[in-house]
């Protein structure tokens, strides 16, 4: 895939999809490394790959399913 063919989720996006209304909170996730980096897209603009948050959301799912059967 082409990296103009990836779509870039802005913060507000990303929060939506998260269901996270704290700036701080989701701040949190990315510089503890729990969530993938952002990708500088303007002077005060970050994003995030569409495809690196859905494995990242996948990943958490999968955890959970896990832990359940643990």
Same mark, same amino acid.
């Given at each position: 895939?082409?990296?103009? %063919?990836?779509?870039?989720?802005?913060? $507000?996006?990303?929060?939506?999809?998260?269901?996270?209304?704290? =700036?701080?909170?989701? =701040? =949190?996730?990315? $510089?503890?490394?729990?969530?993938? $980096?952002?990708?500088?897209?303007?002077?005060?603009?970050?994003?995030?790959?569409? =495809? #690196?948050? #859905?494995?990242?959301? $996948?990943?958490?799912? %999968? #955890?959970?399913?896990?832990? #359940?059967?643990?």
């Amino acid at each position: 895939m082409s990296l103009l %063919d990836r779509k870039i989720l802005l913060k $507000k996006e990303v929060k939506a999809i998260l269901r996270i209304s704290a =700036d701080s909170a989701f =701040d =949190d996730m990315w $510089k503890n490394h729990d969530f993938p $980096k952002p990708l500088r897209i303007g002077i005060r603009r970050t994003g995030w790959y569409a =495809d #690196e948050v #859905e494995a990242w959301l $996948k990943a958490r799912n %999968d #955890e959970r399913f896990n832990a #359940e059967a643990a």
